[in-house]
């Protein structure tokens, strides 16, 4: 029987690889990564100076000791050009092709690239632990790192670069820290805080061009400011990678669609994790992939099972302070009530009497189990 293949090894795949050997031991399972298979938590490659953790540190079991307790053939370094639906292969880099019963896509989301002039090649991201290893290795002692973008992962990279005594200044082409998550109000703590800190603040502006002159970079701003650093790290967010189910011609959206079942356009195939849109929704956190994990592996082993998504609150880590947020639903009807005291927020986004999100701040994240209750599932 051919086997399963997974493409990826990130949170998505292994924990999908968890689950059907929960079901089943002897499934046939393969997966394919790009990477060299060592399986981490990505949500510590922001947290790497606060709890001092190199790359290495960081790996919890190479790609050897994966293979061996999910009895699974892993290939690593290895990347899939290719998918072939109707004959049920992938294509690998090295021109082979093999052959699977069920497909799965785990492919991850890849950092979008911002157009810039110059040399564009000292723009660092952190997607991954190799990305991790070779950001650090590049980082003097008290250097100075420009990010772009204020999001989730910006703001989290300024709170851990400043514990580690680095100097930031951010950079963003919006209004507020995190637009996309949370209200004024709640955003304007997290920017206070991180202000003292010690992150500079370049909001409504963005990067035009970055030169190295041997010394240090210049980042040249649309504002007429110019930054010198050491680093720059760009966190403006980070697109589902959706190019190899495409030329399959399965169909995408902003990730791979899929249904409830986590099923493609195409009944053998499926994804899950940053790389897919469950039923309209491309949720790049943990908790959801989790989620996907579970139902998939029932699927896989001959129960069909739906995903369902309850509430699924996200810890922002910012210690300065401290945020969780469940943000509404896209395009909901309603207002956000805020009570503030200093930097302690709580801001619920309510339509009549029904909580549909909130936003929390310093103390209020205390509140968080009381209203995850009282909110409706997603899917
Ligand atoms: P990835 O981990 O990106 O894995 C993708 C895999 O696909 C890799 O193995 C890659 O090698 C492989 N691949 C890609 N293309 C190919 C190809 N062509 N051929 C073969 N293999 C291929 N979420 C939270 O919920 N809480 C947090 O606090 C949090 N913090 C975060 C902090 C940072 C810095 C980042 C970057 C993300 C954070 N997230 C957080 C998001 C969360 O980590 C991701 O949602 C999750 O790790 C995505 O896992 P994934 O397996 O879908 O993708």
């Not at 093999?98 to 110059?118: D, F, N, R, T, W």
């Not at 209200?183 to 703590?189: E, G, H, L, R």
């Not at 195939?269 to 309209?280: K, N, P, R, S, T």
């Not at 949720?283 to 739906?306: D, F, H, I, N, W």
Request: one cysteine or more; proline letters at 5%; a negative charge.
């Amino acid at each position: 029987m051919d086997p399963v293949i997974i493409l990826g090894t990130g949170l998505a795949g292994y924990n999908l690889g968890k689950e059907l050997r929960k079901l089943d031991q002897t499934l046939p399972l393969t997966f394919i990564t790009a990477d060299d298979g060592r399986n981490y938590s990505k949500p510590m490659l922001s947290t790497g100076f606060t709890k001092a953790k190199t790359a290495d540190e960081l790996a919890m079991q190479d790609a050897a000791t994966m293979a061996r307790q999910l009895n699974a053939e892993i290939l690593t370094q290895t990347e899939v050009s290719a998918i072939n639906p109707q004959e049920k292969q992938v294509t690998l880099n090295n021109g082979q092709h093999l052959s699977y019963s069920k497909l799965v896509l785990a492919l991850g989301a890849a950092p979008i690239q911002i157009p810039l002039e110059g040399d564009t090649d000292k723009v660092l991201s952190v997607n991954d632990l190799e990305d991790y290893s070779r950001f650090r290795e590049q980082l003097p002692e008290q250097a100075r790192v420009v990010i772009l973008g204020a999001g989730l992962i910006g703001c989290e990279f300024a709170n851990d670069l400043g514990n580690g005594g680095h100097h930031v200044e951010v950079v963003a082409n919006c209004d507020q820290v995190m637009p996309t998550l949370l209200p004024q109000k709640a955003a304007a703590a997290v920017q206070q805080a991180l202000t003292e800190h010690g992150t500079t603040f370049h909001l409504q502006t963005s990067i035009t061009a970055i030169s190295d002159n041997d010394q240090a970079l210049t980042v040249q701003l649309e504002n007429g400011k110019s930054l010198t650093a050491d680093l720059v790290l760009s966190a403006v967010g980070l697109r589902p990678r959706t190019a190899l189910a495409e030329a399959a011609g399965l169909s995408t959206n902003l990730g791979i669609t899929t249904d409830n079942t986590l099923q493609t356009s195409h009944p053998d195939i499926y994804a899950l994790g940053d790389c897919a849109e469950v039923e309209g929704l491309n949720l790049q956190y943990v908790m959801p992939l989790m989620s996907c994990a579970r139902a998939l592996a029932k699927t896989l082993t001959g129960v069909e099972t739906t995903v369902s998504y309850g509430p699924m609150p996200v810890m922002i880590k910012t210690p300065v302070c401290p945020v969780v947020v469940s943000p509404p639903a896209a395009g909901s009807q309603g207002e956000w009530i805020i009570d503030s005291d200093g930097l302690n927020i709580k801001a619920l986004f309510q339509q009549g009497e029904q909580l549909l999100g909130y936003a929390l701040t310093g103390n209020k994240v205390a509140e968080k189990q009381q209203l995850t209750r009282q909110l409706p599932a997603l899917i």
